[in-house]
């Protein structure tokens, strides 16, 4: 994956942002969703490394003449060009001017699409707009990596729980899960323990070791998302139903599509006559 330049020596940590923003700027993105704005325009979301979630105008990038039209796609990482930011200080939607496929990122296998679009999802619902998390970014960009090479393998699970982990340390509802949450004792090896949405970290005779909740607290304070599949995966089964809670607390009512549509797909499937 290309690494966007880096911030000059002595330069405020929000200066180049700022300025850049106002006077447009060349952002590392991925595509997380895109709807119609017009016959020929799209309204674009996107998200950045160094401005986080950012909406964009791609003017024209329906028509079959436009360059936009094979560059905006899912999953591969784009350079886009935006436009000055909007007089009204209020105004979210910059105008993306050009983009260009930067490359270096594998395809996802049909299998691997309704996994990516599980993350798209869970970022458009669980990260506000223009908050950067460069930690998250390289962590989707290395997960959907992942997803590539891994897809209908149990790897693939290890995969999406890992960047669950993350999404909910990089915005804040994650406990410590060395510790039990409401005494905060550390935890013991051989104990169970499990994630729950209100009391966090909590004894659960059908839980994971301690030592694994040790492990992952220790990859998720190392930042490395290879590592964190790693420790994840002998477990990964066991994190599917509390990672799964505690998202669908934060997000409050608000369904998942994605998990909704590969339900129904799965369900097809098993009824469909052999």
């Known amino acids: 994956m290309t690494t966007p330049p880096r911030r000059p020596a002595g330069e ?93 990122a594998p395809l996802l296998a049909a299998s691997a699409m309704f996994p990516g679009y599980y993350l798209n999802e869970l970022l458009l619902k669980l990260l506000a707009r223009q908050d950067p998390h460069p930690t998250l970014f390289d962590a989707y960009a290395d997960t959907l990596g992942a997803l590539a090479t891994q897809a209908g393998t149990g790897d693939e699970a290890a995969a999406l729980r890992a960047f669950e982990l993350l999404l909910l340390r990089e915005t804040g509802v994650l406990p410590d899960l060395a510790q039990v949450t409401l005494t905060a004792e550390p935890l013991q090896p051989a104990a169970r323990y499990s994630l729950q949405a209100e009391a966090g970290v909590a004894p659960e005779t059908q839980g994971a070791p301690g030592a694994a909740w040790v492990a992952w607290e220790a990859a998720l304070a190392h930042g490395s998302t290879a590592a964190l599949r790693q420790a994840v995966a002998p477990h990964a ?38």
């Open 12 to 104: 405020p940590p929000g200066a180049a942002r700022t300025a850049g923003a106002r006077a447009g700027s060349s952002l590392l993105a991925y595509v997380l969703h895109h709807h119609d704005w017009s016959e020929t325009s799209l309204i674009v979301e996107l998200l950045t490394r160094e401005q986080g979630r950012v909406v964009v105008a791609a003017k024209g990038a329906k028509r079959p003449t436009s360059q936009l039209r094979s560059v905006l796609l899912p999953f591969q990482p784009v350079l886009a060009h935006l436009g000055k930011v909007p007089t009204d200080e209020q105004a979210e939607v910059r105008t993306l001017r050009t983009a260009e496929w930067v490359g270096g």
């Open 237 to 274: 089964a066991a994190l599917r139903a509390p990672l799964r809670a505690l998202l669908h607390y934060h997000l409050g009512t608000t369904p998942l599509r994605t998990r909704q549509v590969w339900q129904g797909v799965q369900r097809l499937a098993e009824n469909a006559p052999r």
